[in-house]
């Protein structure tokens, strides 16, 4: 699930999931998403990795979210927007 807050886009992951770890390698990132109701409209939004936590209500801090398991908020700030 992504979403936005503010002017990021949001999503969640387990810091142990390769996704975790490969951002935490490289912070760049593309996410490409689709309208539910309208397949035909879609968006690219390249960005990087702005901030990690887990700020969302139901999440623990994140050093607990790491030993637990449990997923980590991941913010991104956007670099460019494509709406083909």
């Known amino acids: 699930m992504i979403d936005l807050e503010g002017d990021h886009l949001v999503f969640y992951t387990s810091p142990r999931s390769r996704k ?9 990132l593309a996410i ?3 309208d539910r109701d309208n397949l035909v409209r879609s968006a690219l ?3 990087r990795v702005a901030l990690c936590g887990a700020t969302a209500p139901g999440y623990t801090a994140n ?5 637990s398991g ?3 908020e ?5 670099v460019a927007a ?3």
Do not use: H, I, K
């Open 82 to 84: 494509t709406c083909p």
């Open 63 to 67: 050093a607990a979210s790491e030993s």
């Open 45 to 47: 939004v390249r960005g």
């Open 74 to 78: 991941l913010d991104v700030d956007p």
């Open 32 to 34: 490409s998403v689709t």
């Open 20 to 28: 975790a770890r490969n951002l935490a390698a490289d912070d760049r």
């Open 70 to 72: 449990r997923d980590s």
